[in-house]
């Protein structure tokens, strides 16, 4: 068997080759001392492709994501978010280690948070409580699917936060996926959100790094708190350039692999060891294996036939398609799905 056709993540992708290219050729600086070009144009082109005031670049969205939530709590504070958020299953228990607040988990449907979920949840000033003072999205739901919210959606939880005092901050690991399957705008999220942050190391196809968008006033908080986790990075510009260069020739590809992505759902619907396939929104597939096989047992047999992919749960099996899964390998696999006994 050949290379093997890996559906594990979309973090799995290596630069193109212009990608590289354009990493050889940054101009670059010490980014620490603020002298990086290349990282300070990428901080100011996404800033302002989402109004937002200031950028920071990040070695990870696990570092943007716990950077927010240290800027907008305090300790004894407490944080809403949905029980599968990665900022909560994923960060390593980061929400209590870095910024020694509390997390309030909602069970949205397929991860999505409404007012209704939400407000019953603040807790209201009392000594015994703690201070509820920060919403987190995610968009798009990673557990959810790659499920991802409406506009009209995200406005309904801003207004709520804005009476209720508190701050909302967006895990948007995927966000451009969201943007490319919805053609929302990305001028309102900035609008929407206190705090943004965005991978360039997903489905756009950069090495590394994540950008968080917020505030002035915040990204200069964020910018010692980087510092004092490790994250001041030197001649940072060599990785900023393929992120620049992921926003320039990556972002309207993604629509391909949400069509790969239904396309795999739409095989994996048929197949007699499925139960359910999640409706494919984005570039991720979900579903459920019938109840006599173990996901892990399939993921085996998938494998020997040249396709790699992760369990989730005992009996769930994440696909995501990516910059590295062509057509071809789309078809290939859903041939083998058509075909696979196990
Ligand atoms: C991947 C991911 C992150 C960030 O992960 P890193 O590996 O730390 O860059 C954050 N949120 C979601 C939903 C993700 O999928």
Do not use: W
Request: glycine content about 8%; charged content about 20%; hydrophobic content about 40%.
């Amino acid at each position: 068997m050949e290379q093997k056709i890996d559906f594990r993540s979309d973090t799995v992708t290596k630069p193109t080759a212009g990608m590289l290219d354009a990493m050889m050729n940054a101009k670059v600086g010490d980014d620490v001392y603020g002298e990086d070009e290349t990282v300070h144009s990428l901080e100011t082109k996404l800033a302002s492709m989402f109004h937002m005031e200031a950028g920071l670049f990040c070695p990870s969205g696990t570092m943007t994501n716990q950077i927010a939530i240290k800027c907008f709590t305090q300790p004894l504070d407490e944080v809403i978010c949905d029980q599968t958020a990665h900022v909560y299953r994923y960060e390593g228990g980061g929400i209590a280690y870095n910024s020694m607040a509390s997390v309030r988990l909602l069970y949205g449907e397929r991860g999505i948070l409404t007012p209704e979920l939400i407000e019953p949840e603040i807790n209201e000033d009392n000594i015994h409580y703690p201070k509820t003072s920060l919403v987190v999205l995610e968009n798009t739901v990673n557990k959810g699917g790659g499920k991802c919210y409406s506009l009209d959606q995200i406005e309904a939880v801003h207004n709520l936060c804005a009476i209720k005092g508190l701050k909302l901050h967006l895990d948007g690991a995927r966000l451009f996926n969201a943007l490319v399957a919805t053609g929302d705008k990305a001028a309102p999220y900035g609008h929407f959100f206190d705090g943004i942050s965005i991978c360039l190391s997903k489905g756009l196809g950069a090495p590394v790094g994540s950008v968080l968008l917020g505030s002035t006033a915040m990204i200069n908080q964020a910018r010692r708190l980087r510092k004092v986790l490790g994250g001041g990075m030197r001649q940072a510009g060599f990785l900023a350039a393929a992120g620049i260069y992921a926003l320039d020739h990556h972002v309207d590809r993604l629509a391909e692999d949400h069509q790969h992505a239904k396309a795999l759902a739409h095989a994996l619907a048929q197949a007699n060891y499925v139960e359910s396939v999640m409706p494919a929104e984005t570039n991720i597939v979900l579903f459920d294996v019938v109840s006599r096989y173990k996901a892990e047992e399939l993921v085996r047999a998938l494998d020997k036939k040249g396709i790699l992919c992760n369990t989730t749960s005992a009996k769930t099996i994440r696909l995501v398609t990516h910059l590295d899964v062509s057509s071809a390998m789309i078809d290939q696999t859903i041939e083998v799905i058509g075909k696979l006994e196990i």
